[in-house]
């Protein structure tokens, strides 16, 4: 049985905070809605365990439900407040960063990126993507700003191969999430690996955020989180937003929940890989820009709100409009769009091209609502642990899905954890339809 949950704020708090008030109701009569009843159907489906959803569109919010459990073992509700690890959802957030940057003109997106990390000055790229990792040409030209927002840098994810430089990456940089490694020395260790093609050549999913992210914290002589924290978190009110939950909201966050051996929604001891761990030590310096981020509905809904309202949110600009729409505007060739791959499967071939750090519709026709829908323009990228959003300047609207969906790749080879992709679909193709 479904667990179902929402604020429950007294009545004294619309004298004190109409809005919250407003909230409060909006989230009770979701309970009654279309949507909540299909994501309710995926729960009780084993599909997942539990999820927050939430719709805005024109300045109001029309959607906002948390069904489910966030934590099976102690058997605690989904609730409008729940933390998640959001993985490659940080990405948009330092992408945002870099263009703040680009408006001040502190950096330029065709500026070679060893202006600032000489270490990327000289690369290698290996002649055959799964070949031995000592078969390689010098690059041609040198990694752009661009390259990095764009995926054409020629970084990868070492778990996306079989090859030898699967083991080279995960030797030389440890952990994705939660990397032992420093920030200086995680960027000395990634220029010491090949590139998996020539820079700019094509779309290679992988550390380019990540690297972005220690780029733009170099320059501004802060760590990356204090970076965001000053420039995004703390503008727009993202109280819950960081790489690291403190010990008063950890009660909040949801627990790394995957799939058992015949399919049912389980608790895991980690997240798959051992990528992350459970909490991190006092002191780790690196930070994941690509991937590490914890966040809640609401507060990813005010960064997102950026691409649907000219890059200001109730008043407080981050960017220029014509900079968001550079950002929502594909910048893959033809070719790119059709070469790039993830797992040996298309990404953009039809449907869709990707921007600067986000995926862009071209063609809504044959989007596929699991990257992001909508409408021409419309915008979003995924995270590997479920969580899913869009903003689609058409309507100026946005839609939130997040969940944790842990699943470890042999999982996924068997269709385990797969159904996650059904309950975002069908919350996608229902959500024009919430008012």
């Given at each position: 049985m479904a667990v179902f949950h929402a604020l429950g704020l007294p009545l004294l708090l619309f004298y004190r905070n109409p809005i919250l008030y407003v909230i409060n109701i909006i989230e009770e009569c979701a309970m009654n809605e279309p949507i909540a009843r299909a994501m309710a159907k995926h729960i009780s489906q084993g599909n997942?365990?539990?999820?927050?959803?939430?719709?805005?569109?024109?300045?109001?919010?029309?959607?906002?439900?948390?069904?489910?459990?966030?934590?099976?073992?102690?058997?605690?509700?989904?609730?409008?407040?729940?933390?998640?690890?959001?993985?490659?959802?940080?990405?948009?957030?330092?992408?945002?960063?870099?263009?703040?940057?680009?408006?001040?003109?502190?950096?330029?997106?065709?500026?070679?990126?060893?202006?600032?990390?000489?270490?990327?000055?000289?690369?290698?790229?290996?002649?055959?993507?799964?070949?031995?990792?000592?078969?390689?040409?010098?690059?041609?030209?040198?990694?752009?700003?661009?390259?990095?927002?764009?995926?054409?840098?020629?970084?990868?994810?070492?778990?996306?191969?079989?090859?030898?430089?699967?083991?080279?990456?995960?030797?030389?940089?440890?952990?994705?999430?939660?990397?032992?490694?420093?920030?200086?020395?995680?960027?000395?260790?990634?220029?010491?690996?090949?590139?998996?093609?020539?820079?700019?050549?094509?779309?290679?999913?992988?550390?380019?955020?990540?690297?972005?992210?220690?780029?733009?914290?170099?320059?501004?002589?802060?760590?990356?989180?204090?970076?965001?924290?000053?420039?995004?978190?703390?503008?727009?009110?993202?109280?819950?937003?960081?790489?690291?939950?403190?010990?008063?909201?950890?009660?909040?966050?949801?627990?790394?929940?995957?799939?058992?051996?015949?399919?049912?929604?389980?608790?895991?001891?980690?997240?798959?890989?051992?990528?992350?761990?459970?909490?991190?030590?006092?002191?780790?310096?690196?930070?994941?820009?690509?991937?590490?981020?914890?966040?809640?509905?609401d507060d990813y809904l005010a960064f997102a709100r950026v691409f649907v309202e000219g890059g200001a949110v109730d008043g407080v600009r981050l960017l220029q409009p014509e900079t968001v729409h550079r950002m929502m505007t594909n910048r893959l060739s033809p070719a790119q769009r059709d070469e790039a791959r993830m797992f040996g499967l298309p990404i953009f071939a039809t449907g869709h091209g990707f921007g600067l750090g986000v995926a862009v519709v071209v063609e809504p026709d044959k989007a596929v609502p699991t990257l992001c829908g909508g409408g021409v323009g419309a915008i979003g990228w995924p995270g590997a642990y479920g969580g899913w959003w869009q903003a689609d300047p058409n309507d100026s609207s946005v839609a939130i899905f997040l969940t944790h969906n842990m699943v470890d790749a042999d999982q996924m080879a068997s269709g385990v954890g797969l159904g996650v992709y059904a309950a975002i679909s069908d919350f996608q193709a229902m959500a024009p339809m919430a008012d």
């Open positions: 997942m365990a539990g999820a927050v959803t939430l719709i805005w569109r024109n300045g109001r919010l029309v959607h906002k439900a948390s069904q489910g459990q966030r934590n099976l073992a102690a058997g605690l509700p989904m609730e409008s407040d729940t933390l998640f690890r959001v993985a490659s959802l940080t990405k948009p957030v330092t992408s945002v960063a870099a263009m703040m940057l680009v408006e001040e003109k502190r950096i330029a997106l065709d500026d070679p990126i060893s202006r600032w990390v000489p270490e990327f000055s000289t690369l290698n790229v290996l002649r055959a993507i799964d070949g031995p990792c000592d078969d390689v040409e010098p690059a041609q030209q040198e990694i752009t700003v661009e390259d990095l927002l764009t995926h054409r840098a020629g970084f990868t994810y070492g778990d996306f191969h079989t090859g030898p430089i699967a083991a080279a990456y995960a030797e030389a940089l440890g952990a994705s999430i939660d990397s032992e490694h420093s920030p200086d020395s995680w960027m000395a260790r990634l220029a010491s690996l090949p590139l998996v093609a020539q820079p700019g050549a094509g779309f290679h999913y992988g550390h380019s955020t990540d690297l972005l992210g220690f780029l733009l914290a170099r320059i501004e002589g802060m760590p990356l989180q204090d970076l965001l924290r000053r420039r995004i978190f703390e503008p727009l009110g993202m109280v819950d937003t960081d790489f690291t939950v403190s010990v008063a909201k950890r009660h909040r966050c949801a627990a790394p929940l995957g799939f058992s051996a015949d399919g049912r929604p389980a608790q895991r001891a980690m997240v798959p890989a051992g990528h992350a761990l459970q909490e991190r030590p006092v002191g780790m310096s690196y930070v994941s820009g690509g991937q590490g981020l914890w966040s809640t509905a």
